[in-house]
């Protein structure tokens, strides 16, 4: 089974939740990819495997800059991810209390939108709670993991 970690990260944050996910994942049978989004297109949804968007939030709201692209060409080409199967582990400070965690719920939406399917619920790490957003990852992770094995066997 293959994993494929999407990282929009600003201050690096995202980048270390995904580093310690591919460390605890990567056992030989699970084969994890992290990607920046630094020049994905919309075409990164055509890789095998499930997909894991690990991205914090800024400016008003918005994906972090070196997720633009990537959001902004799947806005645009609307492809049809109705075979993909995606989970959201959103980085946020509720300190925005309008915007929190607003880049994680962009992407849920749109590949949402674009007919894919979420496993298990996004995932919502405050930067203010004190919590560490790789620990929170990593514990959260064994769930949402267990949970995209049985997609993946019921998809296959
Ligand atoms: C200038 C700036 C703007 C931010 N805007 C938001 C926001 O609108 N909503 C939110 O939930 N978090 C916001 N944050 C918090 C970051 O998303 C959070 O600190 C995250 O952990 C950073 O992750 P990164 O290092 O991967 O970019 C903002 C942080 C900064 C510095």
Redesign the pocket.
């Known amino acids: 089974m293959k994993i494929n970690l999407l990282v929009g ?7 270390l939740v995904a580093q310690e996910l591919e460390l605890v994942w990567d056992d030989g049978e699970l084969q994890v990819e992290t990607l920046l989004m630094d020049k994905l297109d919309g075409s990164v949804f055509r890789r095998e495997g499930v997909f894991l968007v690990v991205t ?6 918005d994906v ?1 800059d070196n997720a633009k692209g990537l959001y902004e060409d799947l806005k645009a080409k609307r492809p049809d991810l109705s075979r993909v199967r995606y989970g959201v582990f959103g ?3 509720r300190t ?1 209390a309008e ?5 994680g719920k962009r992407f849920d939406d749109l590949l949402q939108e674009l007919g894919a399917q979420r496993i298990g619920e996004r995932v919502q ?1 405050d ?1 203010s709670s004190g919590v560490l ?1 790789e620990e929170m990852a990593v514990e959260w992770g064994e769930r949402w993991l267990a949970l995209a094995k049985d997609a993946l066997a019921v998809s296959t």
């Open positions: 990260t600003m201050t690096g944050t995202a980048q914090s939030t800024y400016g008003q709201g972090p980085l946020g400070d925005y915007t929190f965690n607003f880049g790490h930067a957003p």
